[in-house]
């Protein structure tokens, strides 16, 4: 199994970035997707989260209204739409795949090895 994601860099704050996860050997329609940060010296935080079927989407309250999470089943890829974005969403945001939409991160079985955020002031 390997994800892989891309999209990340430096954005002016206000900006926007789409990352990309594009996945492989796992059943892509029957995994739930989630997006996770971590910033230097931060615990890991749930950012996004999508069923299997893309019908049921969950958001942390700190990119409500900004981050769109979606999936393309047809190309194995979740998609993190990244608009407004501010410092503090300066982090390395990393895939995950799991049986259930959770915004646990240690419930996830497959994990990507990151994609860096770097929003300037």
């Known amino acids: 199994v390997q994800l892989v994601e891309s999209g990340g860099g430096l954005v002016q704050a206000g900006g926007s970035l789409r990352l990309s996860c594009a996945t492989s050997?796992?059943?892509?329609?029957?995994?739930?997707m989630g997006w996770f940060r971590q910033a230097p010296g931060k615990e890991r935080e749930f950012v996004a989260a999508?069923?299997?079927?893309?019908?049921?989407?969950y958001k942390s309250d700190s990119v409500k209204g900004r981050f769109t999470i979606s999936r393309d089943n047809a190309k194995n890829t979740v998609y993190l739409q990244m608009n407004s974005l501010k410092p503090e969403d300066t982090a390395v945001y990393s895939c995950?795949?799991?049986?259930?939409?959770?915004?646990?991160?240690?419930?996830?079985?497959?994990w990507g090895q990151g994609t860096q955020v770097t929003v300037s002031s």
């Open positions: 995950a795949a799991g049986v259930l939409v959770l915004r646990d991160p240690t419930l996830y079985h497959y």
């Open positions: 050997g796992l059943t892509f329609s029957s995994v739930a």
């Open positions: 999508i069923s299997a079927s893309g019908g049921s989407v």
